[in-house]
């Protein structure tokens, strides 16, 4: 099974800057969606940013113009670069690799549906 990794989390302060990696075990390519989710305590976990494979993007209407999502195919990783970090920014951020038909190849079979990592948690000082 593909597994996603997330890394590059930590402590900043407001208006700092911090640059999450979401790798894969396989191929970013397989995923005909990948995206960044971040749950706060006592919220539910939200779309931040979401990437297809064609390249287009989406932000939540908060995060536009601060954060920018990028995938790199050669190196199987997403990365999501926070500018501008605010202290409603903190949260756990997973990733999520969406699969809309299963793939198989001659060596690997993955059934279709969502893949997610552990998560990274990002905590925004004031």
């Known amino acids: 099974q593909v597994q996603l990794v997330e890394s590059g989390g930590g402590l900043v302060q407001a208006g700092g800057s911090l640059r999450l990696s979401c790798a894969a075990s396989?191929?970013?390519?397989?995923?005909?969606?990948m995206g960044w989710y971040r749950q706060a305590p006592g919220k539910q976990r939200e779309l931040v940013a979401g990437?297809?494979?064609?390249?287009?993007?989406n932000y939540v209407d908060s995060v536009k113009g601060r954060f920018t999502i990028s995938r790199d195919n050669a190196k199987n990783t997403v990365y999501l670069q926070m500018n501008s970090l605010k202290p409603e920014d903190t949260a756990v951020y997973y990733c999520?690799?969406?699969?809309?038909?299963?793939?198989?190849?001659?060596?690997?079979?993955?059934?279709?549906?969502?893949?997610w990592g552990q998560g990274t948690q990002v905590t925004v000082s004031s």
């Open positions: 999520k690799g969406t699969l809309g038909l299963p793939y198989s190849s001659s060596s690997r079979y993955y059934p279709a549906g969502d893949y």
């Open positions: 990437i297809s494979r064609g390249g287009s993007t």
């Open positions: 396989g191929s970013t390519r397989i995923f005909n969606f």
